[in-house]
Each structure stands twice: as C-alpha cells, then as structure tokens.
C-alpha cells in the first residue's frame, strides 16, 4: 500500500520544494524584531514664537526695579532743588536709560542662558532661545537693539546735562548687564549677580538720576540707592532660590546654589526687611516717609511665601510681590521726599 506522507524535511530544517508549509513560509513576509528602547519618537513640532511670547520673554514684571530707583532719585533731587526747578525731561531720559536696559538684560540671559543649554532645565515660564521658538542670534540682535535705546537715551542725556564723563558710567552699565549672563565666563554664574544689581539697579540708577537733575548726589539719594538696591538683591534670590535644582545641574553657581536652599530663604527675607529698618533714618526727617511702611503688608506676605514655597508657583508669586515692594516702596518714600 502507498503510503502518502509529507517529504522528508531537507537536512537544513527548512520544508521540501512544493509543500503547502513551503509555500506560506514564502508567502509570510519575514517579520523584523524592534526593540522598543531604539525606537526615537517624532519629534516634537516647536511652536513658533507670537508677538506674545516676545513681550514675555521681556519679563514685564521685572521693570519695577528699573522705575523705582529713578522714582525716588528723582524725589531726592526734589530735596535740594530751588522751589519751583524740576527736569522731568531728563527724569523720563533717564527712566528710558534704565527700562531699556531692563529690557536688553532679560533679552541677553535669554540668549545667553538658551545657547549655554541652561534653560533646559528650567521650571518656569519657557523662554524664547531655550524653548526653540525664536532663532538665538534673532533674540540677540533684540536684546542689541534695547541696549542701543538705551544708549541713545544716555547720550541725550548726557547732552542735557553736559557731564560727559557719565558716558563712560552707560558704557559699563551695557557690558556688564551682557556679560552677567553673556561671554565665556559669566559672573552671573559665579553667584556674583546681586553685587550687579545692588550696584547698577540700586546706587547707580538712583544717584544717577539724582546727579543729572541736581548736579550733585545728596545724602537722602545715597541711602535710597541702598535701600533699592536690596530690594532688587531679593528679587534676583527669590528668583533664584525657585531654579536651585536646575542651576546645580547646570553648573549655574549663583550664591542662592552657593548658600543653599534653607539658606538663601533666609537672606532673601534679610534682603527684603532690612530697607525698613533703612526707612527710620527718613521717618526722623521726613514726617511723610512713614507712609512707606504701609508696603510692609506686601513685603510680609513675600517673606512668607518665601520662607515655606514647596513649589515653584509659590515662589513665582514671592517673586512678583517682591517686584511690586520695590515700586511701592520708592513711589511712597520718592513722594515723602518731594513733597
């Protein structure tokens, strides 16, 4: 009897020509393994950047601290003015100098904290360079452009009042507002930061003002130049208290990294008080200064909002309550001055 088996397989294993298990095998197409940790999802589509996302990335809320200082230096001129002299027009050139060059600031770390890969790691709002939604050297050519404003505003300025030398103060002013963030070896990754500002947004924005109105830096302008320039030392640590874990991880040293979380918290409520204990030298002469402590009910809440955030959304708001105590506090104090 016939018997009709399958062909005996080949001596490689595969089925004989002509059986049925031949045919599916060349049928099947032959499946590739894929292993899933090769795989690179698609990236994502970066948004471009609106005319929104431009007036953010000039971080609005951090202009106060270059309208305080040009407030009360303005109030402090009033002191020693003779009754009825007031150069607004220099006050608003001045005031142009100082929002401009804000402005340049926030555009230039930007530029600079974006191509350095810093802003990587970043918590709060995205930025322009860092996010991708601008091209870097079209967000540094802004920043060039408010740096010129402010030049061109200093010049005329400087034509108004004659004192040329201060050309040279407006020049130092624009390269170390750059290189706070900008050159091989920024100083603002070296926790040197609040020295910048305690200088140029605190002594030298207020006496300055208050030279090229009166010709001359009293002593009430001295000690309102301290008091803004630690108020704006707060604002850079609550800032920087909120990215302390980011920052470590990019090799940002700024003395928030420096001191340490529970550290900085408390220098940053140091930073922010120690202008109201300042404010008794003007309550004892001025009898309107003691106005200025009603911002207390701003400062207090910061402070305490500063002390126990967990979150980086708490210390946004520390943040824009310090802002808003640096205004407050010179339009009060600039007031009881003049007035």
């Known amino acids: 009897m016939r018997c009709?088996?399958?062909p005996p397989a080949s001596p490689t294993g595969e089925p004989p020509k002509g059986s049925l298990s031949r045919i599916l095998l060349v049928a099947t197409p032959k499946q590739q393994r894929i292993d899933p940790r090769r795989v690179v999802p698609p990236a994502a589509k970066v948004k471009k950047a609106t005319a929104r996302d431009w007036i953010g990335g000039a971080r609005l809320r951090t202009l106060p601290l270059s309208i305080a200082p040009v407030v009360v230096g303005s109030g402090a001129a009033h002191v020693g003015a003779t009754a009825g002299e007031w150069h607004w027009v220099r006050a608003l050139l001045a005031l142009a100098?100082?929002?401009?060059?804000?402005?340049?600031?926030?555009?230039?770390?930007?530029?600079?904290?974006?191509?350095r890969g810093t802003d990587r790691f970043r918590v709060g709002p995205p930025r322009l360079t860092g996010a991708g939604r601008a091209r870097p050297s079209t967000v540094l050519a802004v920043a060039v452009a408010f740096f010129g404003l402010a030049a061109i505003a200093g010049v005329l300025l400087v034509i108004a009042t004659q004192l040329w030398w201060?050309?040279?103060?407006?020049?130092?002013s624009i390269v170390a507002a750059y290189f706070y963030t900008g050159g091989k070896r920024p100083y603002g990754y070296a926790g040197l930061g609040e020295l910048f500002v305690f200088v140029f947004f605190g002594l030298v924005a207020t006496a300055g003002t208050t030279y090229t109105q009166l010709g001359t830096v009293n002593f009430e302008s001295w000690v309102a130049g301290v008091c803004m320039g630690l108020i704006a030392c707060a604002v850079l640590m609550a800032n920087n208290i909120r990215d302390i874990a980011q920052d470590a991880v990019a090799g940002k040293k700024t003395l928030a990294v420096r001191l340490g979380d529970r550290a900085a918290r408390i220098s940053y409520v140091v930073l922010l008080l120690l202008p109201f204990v300042l404010?008794?030298?003007?309550?004892?002469?001025?009898?309107?200064?003691?106005?200025t402590y009603f911002v207390l009910l701003i400062a207090l809440p910061a402070s305490l909002i500063t002390l126990?955030?967990?979150?980086?959304?708490?210390?946004?708001?520390?943040?824009?309550?310090?802002?808003?105590?640096?205004?407050?506090?010179?339009?009060l104090l600039g007031f009881a001055l003049a007035f």
Do not use: H, M
Request: charged share 10%; hydrophobic share 55%; with cysteine.
């Open 97 to 115: 100098v100082a929002v401009c060059l804000q402005i340049g600031v926030n555009y230039a770390n930007d530029y600079s904290d974006g191509i």
């Open 308 to 331: 126990t955030a967990k979150t980086p959304q708490e210390l946004i708001l520390a943040l824009q309550l310090t802002s808003a105590t640096a205004l407050a506090f010179a339009v």
């Open 4 to 6: 009709r088996c399958s």
């Open 166 to 172: 201060l050309l040279a103060v407006g020049a130092a």
């Open 279 to 291: 404010l008794a030298i003007f309550v004892y002469f001025y009898p309107n200064a003691y106005l």
